[in-house]
């Protein structure tokens, strides 16, 4: 049976890019979770006035990729320690989210951040949030499957590939054939 997870860590065209082609995921939505205006769009979320995040939601199986796994590639995937902000990217629809879509879901979550703390992984605190998973808004659909159509833009160039080669490098054997 599929589950949803739905992570937010900066610009969401780098989680989905590095998401969507992981065994076990069957789809990745690029959006919007965490704030107060209903249907929000790009512009209104990026002016930091609604309180979303951008985010990713990730429909997965949990027999072939667990909800955990998922959760230590997120970290290993963006800054969980800068408040607000990934790259050049600033304000808090930019910052480091969970939202748990279930009770098991949370404590996994709270697990894997006292995991990495104790374990001192980032040589600064991680901030990411664990926050409730209230309506998730798709983006626009220019937004989604964005760095495939578009991979020679200089955003995508500059902080997407570095992601994707570093997935394809260290984490192949999880990667769709």
Same mark, same amino acid.
């Given at each position: 049976m599929t589950q949803l997870a739905t992570l937010a860590g900066g610009c969401f065209w780098c989680l989905e890019a590095v998401f969507q082609d992981l065994r076990g995921v069957d789809r990745v939505i690029s959006g919007y979770i965490g704030g107060k205006v209903p249907n929000p769009s790009y512009e209104a979320v990026c002016s930091g006035r609604t309180g979303h995040a951008e985010a990713i939601q990730i429909s997965f199986d949990p027999t072939i990729i667990s909800y955990q796994d998922l959760v230590e590639l997120f970290f290993a995937f963006h800054d969980p320690t800068t408040l607000n902000r990934q790259g050049p990217d600033a304000g808090t629809q930019y910052r480091s989210a969970i939202f748990p879509h279930s009770a098991e879901q949370r404590a996994t979550a709270q697990r894997v951040?006292?995991?990495?703390?104790?374990? /001192?992984?980032? @040589?600064?605190?991680?901030? #990411? #949030?664990?926050? #409730? $998973?209230?309506?998730?808004? @798709? /983006?626009?659909?220019?937004?989604?499957?964005?760095?495939?159509?578009? @991979?020679?833009?200089?955003?995508?160039? $500059?902080?997407? /590939? @570095?992601?994707? $080669?570093?997935?394809?490098?260290k984490y192949s054997s999880l990667l769709k054939s």
């Open positions: 951040i006292h995991e990495l703390s104790v374990a /001192g992984v980032f @040589p600064d605190p991680i901030v #990411t #949030t664990i926050e #409730t $998973a209230d309506r998730f808004y @798709p /983006g626009e659909f220019y937004h989604q499957d964005y760095y495939n159509r578009n @991979p020679s833009q200089p955003y995508c160039a $500059a902080m997407i /590939g @570095p992601k994707v $080669a570093k997935l394809r490098q």
